[in-house]
């Protein structure tokens, strides 16, 4: 079995959050002012996300870091 990673949870967390704001990867990516491969990679778990990004992807979706953050298992 395949357990998902907490950074995979936090991606799940930002494509969802993404996706009911109804914007893309490059409109969070324009908004961010960072490549749309920052997005993909970091909502994939494939790039590891700071605080500081936590707090600029919170400003562009319109939610609390506490929102995005999955709570501890």
């Known amino acids: 079995m395949n357990e998902s990673t907490p950074k995979d949870e936090l991606g799940k ?3 969802l959050r993404r996706k009911a704001k109804g ?3 490059s ?3 324009f908004a961010m002012g960072v ?3 920052v997005i993909s990679r970091s909502e994939t778990g494939n790039r ?3 605080y500081s990004d936590l707090k600029r ?3 562009v979706l319109s939610c609390s870091v506490r929102d995005l953050v999955p709570p501890p298992k």
Do not use: E, I
Request: a positive charge.
């Open 35 to 37: 490549s749309r491969s």
């Open 48 to 50: 590891g996300v700071t």
């Open 27 to 29: 409109d969070v990516a």
């Open 13 to 15: 967390r930002l494509r």
């Open 57 to 59: 992807f919170a400003a």
């Open 23 to 25: 914007m893309t990867a």
